[in-house]
């Protein structure tokens, strides 16, 4: 099993700033299948990138993800008040089971 | 637009099993080169890959739970199910249905992530 640890477990920024989330995998993810989601709460996860580094449909341009292998990123510039949330990143590759990390909570300082 | 809305009962008994279906509107199960997922968020804590179902019909456990779970697709067309056996109250959470991976057949490989969620529906196992 594949397993993410994402840090940190929490950031605490203002809007208009900078995001940096990171998630690391304990072996090589294949294909670079890693995905994030964001998960506002009472409410579903929404995909924000999949294969390590493509927007999904949808989010805006301000949301990135880089990297490749076991140290993956994700980055979010100019934060908005909408993007205070919780991030998870996930595995889905061929090496099952599909994987989450435990989480990283963007907060509002 | 594609949807997933999941459905079922909200309480369940200790000891008994656990049914949720998951009725898909905009996409067709069967046609297309999707896996269809269950995951389920436990109080307080993370996502957890329950499985999924392919439209062949073939299934993907987690290992934690494979020993009582079934992802199946039906009832109907266009809905797959979730069976959970010998429910405690561990398993007392929100369950979600979703679309996705994509498996692409020429590259062997799985893509795209999770794209569409359902809202999720909450069982409590109580007696």
């Known amino acids: 099993e594949i397993v993410l640890t994402q840090s940190p477990g929490t950031l605490s920024l203002s809007p208009g700033e900078r995001a940096t989330l990171s998630c690391r995998a304990s072996q090589s993810v294949s294909n670079n299948n890693l995905a994030w989601y964001q998960q506002k709460p009472g409410q579903a996860p929404r995909l924000i990138v999949h294969g390590a580094s493509s927007r999904a449909t949808g989010i805006p341009d301000r949301f990135s993800g880089s990297g490749s292998g076991t140290d993956f990123t994700l980055t979010i510039d100019r934060l908005e008040p909408e993007d205070f949330a919780m991030y998870y990143c996930q595995q889905y590759g061929t090496l099952l089971p599909v994987t989450f990390g435990g989480g990283t909570k963007v907060e509002i300082k | ?6 459905s079922g009962p909200g309480l369940v008994k ?12 905009g996409d067709s199960i069967s046609s297309g080169g999707y896996y269809w997922t269950w995951i389920r968020q436990l109080p307080g804590k993370g996502l957890e890959w329950i499985g999924y179902v392919y439209n062949s019909g073939a299934t993907y456990y987690n290992p934690s739970l494979t020993s009582r779970v079934i992802v199946s697709l039906g009832p109907s067309d266009n809905q797959f199910s979730l069976q959970l056996s010998s429910v405690t109250a561990a398993d007392t959470g929100v369950y979600y249905c979703a ?5 692409d057949f020429w590259s062997d490989s799985r893509l795209y992530g ?9 069982v409590t196992v109580s007696s």
């Open chain 2, 114 to 122: 999770m794209d569409v969620w359902g809202q999720g529906t909450t």
């Open chain 2, 99 to 103: 679309r996705g991976p994509y498996y």
């Open chain 2, 14 to 25: 200790p000891s008994q099993t656990l049914s949720l279906t998951c009725t898909v509107s």
């Open chain 2, 1 to 6: 637009q594609v949807q997933l809305q999941e």
